[in-house]
């Protein structure tokens, strides 16, 4: 709980239909925040709304592909048409990829991650934004460790985080004054569908869990997190004890982290 930061609080929450953003509708609705969630596919994403709403929130269902451009600038008039301002906006949609960049056989799979964790994130931020503007509002965009640092079979996705993270570090620096907050979430491994959704070797969608769920931070764990950060507008939230020292080691010995990041990945995680 966040002494009721997003009671009526109007949250536009992309990725909301699965893993972390699902865990984030929830706790949302359960402090009664108005939201609109967004994601691809309809039927899951309406089935999370309507959970919301039994836990006593309003909550809408907006379809939307992060990808493009005119999907997320008719979520954002979606959600002015339903509530009438917007007060925080989640950037939270992404996929992941486990494959080296020489098992892809075209270079597509890293535009499409780019297009979907990078520029889902600037489309609906550039839409969102006036309205965020005249609520003073907050604005969330979710990261990866691997937006800190390279992650061997990761680096269109690490590439795609690393870009969010100065986007949103610069947005900060020129929204200063204006009271809007910019908060960039680092998680480690989480447990949540994302390896299903991953580009495996080829290009093609992974469709399975190569992560081990049991060894990772849960999702509403992950979800409690990010909201208590945005509550508190706080700059940046790096999870997992490893990720705050690993960023301090980075800069004395950037080799050591690497070696630590390839013994991880060779463990299978
Ligand atoms: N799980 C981890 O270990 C981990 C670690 C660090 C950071 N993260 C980040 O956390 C965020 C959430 O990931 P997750 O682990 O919760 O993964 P997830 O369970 O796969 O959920 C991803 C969500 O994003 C949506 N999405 C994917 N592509 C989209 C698109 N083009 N347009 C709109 N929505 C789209 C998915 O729904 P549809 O497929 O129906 O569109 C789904 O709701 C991501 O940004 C991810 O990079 C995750």
Request: net charge positive; proline share 3%.
């Amino acid at each position: 709980m966040t002494d009721n930061a997003f009671r009526e609080n109007v949250v536009v929450l992309t990725g909301g239909s699965s893993g972390i953003g699902r865990e984030v509708a929830y706790q949302l609705a359960a402090e009664g925040a108005f939201l609109v969630l967004a994601a691809r596919e309809p039927t899951l994403l309406e089935t999370v709304a309507e959970e919301c709403r039994r836990r006593g929130a309003r909550a809408i269902a907006v379809p939307t592909d992060v990808s493009v451009e005119v999907q997320c600038s008719a979520l954002i008039e979606r959600a002015i048409a339903e509530y009438g301002r917007i007060d925080t906006l989640i950037n939270n949609a992404g996929i992941s990829m486990h494959a080296r960049f020489d098992e892809l056989k075209t270079v597509e799979p890293v535009e499409r991650i780019m297009r979907i964790n990078y520029f889902g994130s600037v489309y609906c931020t550039h839409y969102a934004l006036p309205h965020l503007k005249r609520s003073r509002g907050r604005i969330v965009a979710v990261s990866s460790l691997a937006g800190k640092t390279g992650v061997p079979r990761r680096s269109a996705y690490s590439g795609s985080k690393h870009a969010m993270a100065g986007f949103f570090d610069s947005l900060r620096l020129e929204l200063a004054g204006e009271g809007v907050s910019v908060t960039v979430i680092y998680p480690g491994f989480v447990a949540t569908e994302i390896g299903t959704r991953a580009v495996g070797p080829g290009g093609k969608t992974l469709g399975k869990r190569p992560v081990r769920d049991a060894e990772v931070m849960a999702a509403d764990e992950c979800a409690r997190q990010i909201i208590a950060a945005a509550a508190a507008r706080r700059r940046e939230l790096v999870m997992t004890r490893q990720g705050r020292i690993g960023q301090w080691i980075k800069l004395a010995a950037p080799g050591l982290v690497d070696r630590l990041i390839l013994r991880t990945m060779e463990r299978g995680r």
